[in-house]
């Protein structure tokens, strides 16, 4: 099972960016796939997640903003992100689990009691 996230970068206050999960070695639509985010020296946030029922879930602090979506054609999930502020500024990974319930891992995520397994991160860096 590996996950790769990109489509990270830098991009100025108000701007967008979508950042994509690869999967490999499963097909994704199985699973909950979620996004989180850290900053060092500070705890892991846990920021959307997608069931693999179609439920979506998203922090407080990105609802309105950031909209996550899937492409099983591309066995690909999506994290597009708009009207990005410098708090956004973090490394961001994609992770899953097959140790729980879909909606379980979901939730958990999102109250940063559980974040799976994840690869490699993308650094998105929201500056004027």
């Known amino acids: 099972v590996q996950l790769q996230a990109s489509g990270g970068g830098l991009v100025q206050p108000g701007g967008s960016l979508r950042l994509s999960c690869a999967a490999s070695?499963?097909?994704?639509?199985?699973?909950?796939i979620g996004w989180f985010r850290q900053v060092p020296g500070k705890e892991r946030e846990g920021v959307s997640c997608l069931s693999n029922d179609g439920s979506t879930y998203y922090a407080d602090s990105v609802k309105g903003r950031f909209t996550i979506s899937r492409d099983n054609a591309k066995n690909t999930v999506y994290l597009q992100m708009n009207s990005l502020k410098p708090e956004d500024t973090a490394v961001y990974y994609c992770a899953t689990s097959n140790l729980y319930g879909s909606s379980a891992f979901c939730v958990a995520l999102l109250n940063k009691e559980e974040f799976g397994s994840w690869g490699q991160g993308t650094l998105v860096t929201v500056s004027s």
């Open positions: 070695g499963f097909t994704l639509d199985y699973y909950p």
